[in-house]
């Protein structure tokens, strides 16, 4: 293998290089690569983009315009270790933006069908503490999350949350009286 590591190849069905433009778009260390055309040779249309090369936060990826055989799906997603809350709330806005969904837990759907997780500072450690009450607590909170809330999930392992569901987006909200 060469010294180049990997190469994560997406394949679209006929918007590989809109799909590259986006996501240079929303990640700020990027930058587009080669882009190969079809052939006479090649099952595409002539002239269309067959690849494209880009790169964002030093991880290499190649969109291939193949067609409509494969989709996306959750089983595979990349992982957004975000520095702070303000971040984490940039790249799940900016993924949900224009037709993107938000799932559970952290996971959102971009425009394109690619799986994501955005995860804010603390989140992981929470739930793999070293506590398993506590990590459980921290899990149950976040199980009843979209977008994570890493305050929320603090308070729920800190207090023995006992739980009521709270806001679509925020999670769970304390029930006094769950502990009263």
Known sequence: ??????????????DAEAAADYYLSVFKDGRLGRIARYTEANPGAEGSVMTVEFEINGQ????????PQFRFTEAISFQI????????????????RDGGQESACGWVKDRFGVSWQVVPPGAVDLVSDPDPKRAARAMAAMMTMKKLDVAEMRRAADAGWAGSFGSRRHGPRHDPK???
């Open 60 to 67: 290499r990826f190649v969109g291939l315009n193949g067609g």
């Open 1 to 14: 293998m060469s010294g180049n590591g990997f190469t994560t190849c997406l394949w679209f069905d006929g």
């Open 178 to 180: 769950a502990t009263a």
């Open 81 to 96: 270790d975000c520095a702070d809350e303000s971040e984490a709330d940039y790249y799940y806005d900016a993924l949900t």
